[in-house]
C-alpha cells in the first residue's frame, strides 16, 4: 500500500529504514540470497561441465626437476580402470594406514566409496621410466598406462582427488587425497600439485580450496599449515567447539580467495575472539561503576 494512501486510511505507514519500507528490506534481503544462491548454483554447474579442467592449463601439465620428469593427466571416479582402482587403494593403504592407526579399516571403505564417485576429479602424476622412480613403484606397479601423448609407457606415481562442492553456501574445491609415491615425495611435486589446484579453483569461480588432515599426520601438517600458508577453517572441529573439537582426530583446513570465502571460512575465529573480547570488557566496566557506585 502506497504511504499516502495508508496516511489517509488513518493507518500507520510501515516503518522506513533508509528509504526501505520493512517490507521492502526484506524483499531485498530474500532478493539477495536468491541471487548468491543462483551465482553458486551456476558456478558449481559450469565447474562441473568442465570436462577436462586441465586444458586451460597445458603449460602446467609437466614438471621437471632433478630425477623426475612427470605428466599430468585429468580422471573421473566413474571412469576409473580396475588397475587404477587398485593403485589408488594400495597407495593410499602405503602412505595413510599409519596416521589413521585403528581407524583405518573403517576410514579405507568410506575411501573405496570416495574414489568411485562420479563427482570425483582426478590429476594422476605419470612418470617416465627413466625419471628416477624407484622400486616401489613397480610394487605398487598397477599403475601402468600408455601415456596418449608421447606413447612412451608410463607409470602412475601420485594423484590428488578433489570435487567441486559447496561449504558454507560458498562453491569451493574440496582435496579430498592428495598421495605421492615415497620415491617422489620431497620434490616440489606437492607443492606444485596444490598451487595447480588453487588455480582450478580460482579459474572455476571457487571461493576456496578445502581439505581434511589427520592430525597425527604431522608432516602432512607442516606441508599445508607451515609451508603453503593454509589455515584451520571455521568450520573445523577445533573452532566449531573448541571443547569437544580438541579430541577430535582431523583438522579441516581451507585457503580463501574472495572475501565473502574469508569471511565465512578463515575470520570466524578473529570474529568470536573479538566478540568475546567486547563481552569481557563490558563485564570488566560493569563491574568498575558498581565499585565506584560503592555497592
Ligand atoms: C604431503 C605431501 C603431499 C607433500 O608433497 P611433497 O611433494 O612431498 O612436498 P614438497 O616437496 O612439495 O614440499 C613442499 C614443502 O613442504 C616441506 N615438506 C614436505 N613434506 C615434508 C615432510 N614430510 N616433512 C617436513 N617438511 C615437508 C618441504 O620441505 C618443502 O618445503 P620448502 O619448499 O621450504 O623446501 C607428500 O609428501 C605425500 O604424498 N605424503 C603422503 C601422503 C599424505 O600425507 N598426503 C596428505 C594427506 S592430507
Known amino acids: 500500500m502506497e504511504k ?37 548454483d551456476e558456478a558449481m554447474k559450469a565447474a562441473s561441465s568442465v570436462k577436462d579442467p586441465l586444458v586451460s592449463f597445458s603449460p602446467f601439465c609437466h614438471y621437471d626437476t632433478i630425477g623426475l620428469s612427470v605428466h599430468l593427466k ?6 576409473l580402470s580396475s588397475p587404477i582402482k587398485q593403485y589408488i587403494q594400495n597407495l593410499l593403504k602405503v602412505n595413510m594406514e599409519g596416521s589413521y592407526g585403528s581407524e583405518w579399516p573403517a576410514e ?18 605419470h612418470s617416465f621410466p627413466d625419471s628416477g622412480t624407484n622400486e616401489m613403484t ?13 606413447g612412451a609407457r608410463a607409470t602412475i606415481v601420485g594423484f590428488v582427488q578433489y570435487r567441486f ?6 562453491p569451493v574445491v574440496y582435496v579430498y587425497e592428495l598421495q605421492l609415491e615415497p620415491s617422489v615425495q620431497g620434490k616440489g611435486l606437492g607443492r606444485f600439485l596444490m598451487q595447480l589446484i588453487e588455480l582450478i579453483a580460482c579459474k572455476n569461480s571457487m571461493g576456496a580450496v578445502v581439505l581434511t588432515v589427520q592430525k597425527a599426520n604431522f608432516s602432512a601438517m607442516n606441508f599445508y599449515v607451515g609451508k603453503l600458508r ?19 582426530s582431523y583438522e579441516i583446513l581451507c585457503k580463501a580467495f574472495s572475501d565473502e570465502a574469508k569471511a565465512k571460512l578463515e575470520m570466524k575465529k578473529d570474529k568470536e575472539e573479538e566478540d568475546g573480547r567486547k563481552k569481557q570488557r563490558r563485564r570488566e566496566s560493569e563491574k568498575l561503576s558498581l565499585i565506584v557506585q560503592g555497592h
Not at 165 to 170: F, K, Q, R, W
Open 4 to 40: 499516502g494512501l495508508a496516511q489517509l486510511l488513518g493507518q500507520k505507514p510501515a516503518m522506513e529504514v533508509g528509504g526501505l519500507s520493512r517490507n521492502g528490506e526484506k524483499r531485498m534481503k530474500r532478493k539477495d540470497i536468491l541471487e548468491k544462491k543462483k551465482a553458486v
Open 74 to 79: 585429468s580422471g573421473r571416479g566413474d571412469k
Open 108 to 125: 579405507e571403505k568410506v575411501k573405496r566409496r570416495e574414489m568411485v564417485a562420479p563427482e570425483a576429479r582426478y590429476i594422476f602424476v
Open 138 to 150: 613397480a610394487l605398487l606397479g598397477t599403475g601402468k598406462t600408455s601415456d596418449t601423448i608421447t
Open 165 to 170: 562442492t559447496i561449504e558454507e553456501d560458498l
Open 230 to 248: 593454509y589455515t584451520i577453517a571455521s568450520i573445523s572441529p577445533s573452532r566449531v567447539n573448541p571443547l569437544i573439537g580438541v579430541d577430535s
